[in-house]
């Protein structure tokens, strides 16, 4: 069945990168839009930012605007999210997400698929 698996999280300092990896399964990986979402302890799970399928046009939250770089290569099955300039306010476990959406911007009700996580620890 369809499956995304994230990886690439850990332990980094303020000011640092990290590069998250979310892989998918399915065969027609092209046609869907994807998204980048994050919990941090104590608050509801909210979406960083997603790109969508044909134009690839990105959106990103404002808490991670100009700091964070949605990705992905159709024919490897791959999504990415950079993160750079991080802070403690960015330790979360970061989660992706598919969109059965073409050519179109997905909203959180879209999703309906969605990977288990990976911890991000933002650290001195």
């Known amino acids: 069945q369809d499956e995304l698996v994230e990886s690439g999280g850990g332990l980094v300092q303020p000011g640092g990168s990290l590069r998250l990896t979310c892989l998918a399964s399915r065969f027609d990986f092209e046609y869907y839009a994807l998204g980048w979402f994050r919990e941090a302890p104590g608050k509801e799970r909210e979406e960083v930012g997603n790109i969508r399928s044909g134009d690839m046009v990105t959106h990103y939250a404002d808490s991670v605007n100009d700091r964070f770089t949605i990705s992905r290569n159709n024919a490897n099955n791959t999504l990415w999210l950079q993160m750079n300039s991080l802070t403690p306010e960015d330790t979360a476990v970061y989660y992706c997400?598919?969109?059965?959406?073409?050519?179109?911007?997905?909203?959180?009700?879209?999703?309906?698929?969605w990977g288990q996580g990976t911890q991000v620890t933002v650290s001195s």
């Open positions: 997400a598919a969109a059965t959406l073409w050519y179109r911007t997905p909203t959180r009700n879209d999703y309906k698929c």
